[in-house]
């Protein structure tokens, strides 16, 4: 147990033996504000604020109900901010530390919740300004002199922000079935994060913007679908989804390549993707920055790629890059799309559903679709909301076999799609990049 270890004001009111060093210039507000009762583990989400931003002090302000600050490990509040008033959190060395006025407090990690199911707003020194419900949890970041901070979000509100961040489409019936694909993706997806949080708050798990972007149909489809989840032989499957299918979806393991056939993620022939306007797409890219780009990612010269084996549904499978040194190697299509993605600026390679060819100093590449390809295809979501179809229709034909169920009917969850290891490599594809 860690013990106080220095308090320069003496005489204030005792605090717990858990904080690391409290500083205490001004009494403070008083501590008779109580934070929301822990939901039930099946009623929120653990979500990373800002990931992949090194944050390095943010400031946070309770809005209509107050906020209690306190110890991760313990139950009483240590200081009290009532409505729009700012702390200042940041980080100094190992500790965390939040100020507030004259009262400054440092620990290993602290613990701000609203009362009455508050929210708060959190902005950074850029001016990004987001509001959350829920409470948020701030610690030392693993690397770097940043701060982690984690939000436990209600699931309804994290649902509710997910659809208006990831469809945004406006019909009832696309935008209720995207509602139960997010809860069964928050829910039971893999943790590919530390034991700390369940998911980031960008494309790495699902877009996650906090309460203030939550528009009036997302948040009544979270209430319509409330408490369901999607499920094969009655365990919660892997829900993933993307944006446009380009007429075909595709097989999980065409996509992740180390991981089994899953029944419920079958590629198929997708008529509803007509009308989006990503069905099909040209891309050109400057040759000589492609080509850096890619050196960049191999740390050695390269001077063009080949064209690799294509997968039953039509998409990449793999590039191979040519060496300025004569030799070769494998790359995965969906690396190669993200390292030109990345470091190319104002390119958009939507797939690895494309074909490509050299015009002069370009790259012009003609592809379909936009995104992985697997489960729900959200244009196509839409259009056969627009012809109709319910929500229950839309996730049956997306996803093979399912069933709709309440999470209290739930078993142990399914096995999950894993990242893709490299395939093997085709020797006979034509060379693009000469």
Do not use: C
């Not at 040209?282 to 790629?305: C, E, I, Q, W």
């Amino acid at each position: 147990m860690a013990q106080i270890s220095q308090i320069l004001r003496p005489g204030v009111w005792g605090l717990p033996e858990r904080v690391l060093a409290v500083v205490l210039l001004g009494a403070g507000a008083p501590l008779s504000a109580s934070a929301q009762s822990p939901p039930d583990s099946a009623d929120w989400v653990q979500v990373r604020l800002h990931h992949g931003t090194d944050v390095e002090s943010a400031r946070l302000t309770p809005k209509r109900h107050p906020l209690s600050v306190r110890l991760s490990s313990g139950d009483s509040p240590i200081l009290r901010l009532s409505p729009d008033e700012t702390m200042t959190l940041g980080r100094r060395q190992g500790d965390v530390h939040a100020r507030h006025e004259e009262a400054n407090l440092y620990a290993r990690s602290l613990r701000l919740a609203p009362s009455n199911g508050g929210s708060w707003t959190l902005t950074l020194p850029s001016g990004s300004t987001r509001t959350y419900t829920g409470r948020l949890t701030l610690r030392p970041a693993d690397s770097g002199a940043g701060l982690q901070l984690v939000n436990r979000v209600p699931l309804q509100d994290y649902v509710a922000s997910v659809v208006a961040a990831e469809y945004g489409l406006g019909d009832r019936a696309g935008t209720r079935a995207m509602a139960v694909v997010a809860r069964t993706y928050a829910l039971f997806s893999s943790k590919h994060f530390d034991e700390d949080y369940d998911h980031v708050d960008g494309t790495a798990s699902q877009v996650y913007r906090g309460d203030a972007v939550i528009t009036e149909p997302a948040r009544r489809a979270a209430q319509e679908t409330r408490g369901q989840v999607l499920t094969y032989d009655g365990a919660p499957i892997q829900s993933v989804y993307f944006s446009s299918s380009g007429g075909h979806t595709a097989d999980n393991e065409d996509i992740w390549t180390d991981s089994p056939s899953l029944p419920y993620l079958r590629g198929k022939k997708d008529p509803y993707d007509q009308g989006s306007p990503k069905h099909r797409w040209t891309t050109r890219v400057n040759r000589r920055a492609l080509l850096r780009a890619l050196s960049l990612h191999h740390g050695t010269s390269v001077d063009g790629f080949l064209l690799g084996d294509r997968t039953s549904n039509g998409r990449r499978a793999t590039i191979r890059v040519l060496f300025s040194n004569d030799s070769e190697a494998a790359m995965e299509a969906s690396t190669f799309r993200s390292v030109v993605n990345e470091r190319v600026d104002g390119v958009s390679l939507k797939s690895t559903w494309f074909d490509a060819r050299r015009d002069g100093p370009e790259y012009v590449f003609s592809g379909r679709g936009h995104g992985h390809g697997v489960g729900l295809n959200q244009w196509g979501a839409h259009a056969m909301a627009e012809q109709g179809k319910s929500y229950r229709e839309i996730l049956s034909f997306y996803y093979t076999g399912v069933e709709i169920r309440q999470l209290d009917e739930m078993s142990s969850p399914a096995a999950v799609a894993q990242d893709p290891l490299s395939p093997p490599v085709d020797s006979t594809a034509p060379r693009v990049g000469w």
